[in-house]
C-alpha cells in the first residue's frame, strides 16, 4: 500500500513524498485517513524539529508524518481488533497517548502515523490505549475538529469553584454564573461559546471581548447573541480597546458581581491582568492560551485569591473522555464546530499552511488529504465561483448554513474529486 504524506525530517524541513507503508500487523489498522485540521502545534514542532520534546532526535532519517486532528474512515483490521472495529467505519483519534510515560504520539514520532496523509498505520498501543474513536457524524470534518474541541471542553471541566469552609472542589464553570471569554473571537474562543451554550450547567451571561471589530462581527455573524438568548444565555461581544477603562465597562455588564469563570484565549500580558481583575468572590480564571515563551509571566492580586478566594489555574489539551463527549455532541448536532473553520485546502497546500500558519488571518485550516487545491479562504469562495464552477456551488452550499462549512459542501467537494 502506497501512501502520499508530509514528512518532517528535521526543523523547517517538510516534504510531500509517496512511499510505500510496511506490510500491516495483526495488531494493527490500516486506515484511509479523508481530512486532518491544521494545529499551530505543528508549527511548533516544525520550527524545533528534534529539539521537540515528541520529535525523535533520528527523525533526519526516519522522517515523522505530521498532522494529528485527523479522522477517516477504516480499510483493514488486524486479527486482534476485529472484534471492536470494521472495514468501512469513520474513525477519530485521540493523539495524547502517554503510552509507559513516553512523550511520543502521531504527528511528531511516528514514520507511518500521522493525520497529513493519504493512508495510515495506527499502531497497537493506539488501540490499547482506547485512543482509536468511532465517529457516527455525517462528516469527516467535524471528527476532525473534535479534538481542537475536546481541548475546550477539558478547559470547562477543569475549571472548578468551592464550597465555604469545606475542603471540596466543585468541578466546571458555575451554573447560571458569569463567563468572560477574554481573546476569545477567533476559533477556539467561537467553540467555546459554542459549547457553552449547549451544556447542562449553562451560565447566564457570556461576554466575549477581542481588540478587532472585524473578529467581533464574524463571531456575532456565526453565533448571534439571539441564539444565545433562545437558550437562556445573555451573549454580549465587546471590543475592549473601545473603553478607557475595560475593567470599568466589564464589570458594568455584570453589576458589579464580577465573572465566576475567566477563559484567557490569547497569551497576552494585559489579558492575563484583565482577568485576574474580573474575578469574582469564589472566580476561576482559565490561562487557556499556551505561551511559546517560557518566562511568560503576569501580575495577579494574591490578596483575592486570599480573602476573595479567587483561582488561578490553566489547562492544555483534552482527555479520551472529552474528545468522546465532543464526537458524540458533533454527532449528534449539539454542537457546530465548524464555526472555528475559515479555510479549506487539498494535502499539497499544507507545506505553506503549516510553515505561514500564523501569518495567515482566519481561523481553522482544514486540508482534505486525497486532493490538491490551494488553500483557500470560505469568504472567497464566492468571488472565486464567478469564474470556477466547483467553488460557485460550494458558495452556494456555505451559504445554506449560513456561511459555514457543512456536510453537503464537504461531501460535494469530496465527490467532484471522486474520493
Request: aromatic fraction near 10%; hydrophobic fraction near 35%.
Amino acid at each position: 500500500m502506497k501512501t502520499r504524506a508530509v514528512r518532517m525530517y528535521g526543523k523547517d524541513d517538510l516534504r510531500l513524498e509517496e512511499f510505500d507503508l510496511p506490510e500491516m500487523k495483526e495488531d494493527e489498522i490500516l486506515v484511509k485517513v479523508v481530512s486532518d485540521s491544521i494545529c499551530m502545534s505543528t508549527y511548533k514542532a516544525v520550527k524545533q524539529g528534534n529539539k521537540h520534546k515528541r520529535v525523535p532526535e533520528n527523525v533526519a532519517e526516519h522522517p515523522v508524518i505530521v498532522g494529528h486532528e485527523m479522522a477517516g474512515v477504516i480499510v483493514e483490521v488486524g486479527a486482534k481488533h476485529q472484534d471492536k472495529f470494521k472495514a468501512g467505519m469513520k474513525f477519530s483519534l485521540q493523539p495524547a497517548l502517554n503510552y509507559n510515560g513516553s512523550p511520543y504520539a502521531p504527528g511528531y514520532s511516528y514514520e507511518y502515523f500521522g493525520g497529513n496523509a493519504t493512508y495510515n498505520i495506527i499502531p497497537p498501543e493506539v488501540m490499547e490505549l482506547g485512543c482509536l474513536l468511532v465517529y457516527d457524524g455525517d462528516s469527516y470534518y467535524g471528527a476532525s475538529l473534535g479534538e481542537p474541541m475536546s481541548c475546550i471542553i477539558g478547559g470547562y471541566h477543569a475549571n472548578y469553584h468551592t464550597v465555604p469552609y469545606k475542603y471540596e472542589h466543585i468541578m466546571g464553570t458555575k451554573k447560571g454564573g458569569n463567563i468572560a471569554i477574554l481573546g476569545g473571537a477567533g476559533p477556539m474562543g467561537l467553540g467555546a461559546v459554542d459549547y457553552a451554550l449547549a451544556i447542562e450547567n449553562k451560565p447566564s451571561k457570556i461576554v466575549v471581548t477581542d481588540i478587532s471589530d472585524d473578529r467581533l462581527a464574524r463571531a456575532a455573524k456565526f453565533i448571534t447573541p439571539e441564539k444565545a438568548a433562545k437558550v437562556g444565555v445573555e451573549l454580549l461581544y465587546v471590543n475592549t480597546a473601545n473603553y478607557d477603562d475595560p475593567i470599568a465597562h466589564l464589570k458594568g455588564l455584570t453589576d458589579g458581581h464580577g465573572y465566576d469563570d475567566v477563559f484567557v484565549y490569547a497569551p497576552v500580558v494585559p489579558l492575563v491582568e484583565q482577568g485576574d481583575q474580573l474575578l469574582a468572590y469564589d472566580g476561576c480564571m482559565n490561562f487557556f492560551a499556551g505561551p511559546t515563551d517560557t518566562k511568560f509571566t503576569g501580575p495577579i492580586n494574591l490578596y483575592n485569591v486570599h480573602y476573595n478566594n479567587t483561582h488561578i489555574m490553566g489547562s492544555t489539551g483534552g482527555n479520551t473522555e472529552d474528545l468522546i463527549e465532543a464526537l458524540d455532541m458533533s454527532a449528534k448536532n449539539l454542537i457546530n464546530p465548524s464555526v472555528m473553520l475559515t479555510h479549506i485546502g487539498g494535502l499539497d497546500c499544507t507545506i505553506d499552511a503549516v510553515m505561514d500558519l500564523p501569518n495567515i488571518p482566519g481561523g481553522k485550516k482544514l486540508v482534505y488529504n486525497h486532493i490538491n487545491m490551494p488553500l483557500t479562504a470560505i469568504d472567497d469562495f464566492e468571488k472565486l465561483g464567478e469564474t470556477d464552477p466547483l467553488f460557485k456551488k460550494l458558495h452556494e452550499l456555505v451559504e445554506k448554513h449560513s456561511g459555514l462549512w457543512n456536510a453537503e459542501a464537504e461531501s460535494y467537494l469530496l465527490a467532484h474529486f471522486n474520493v
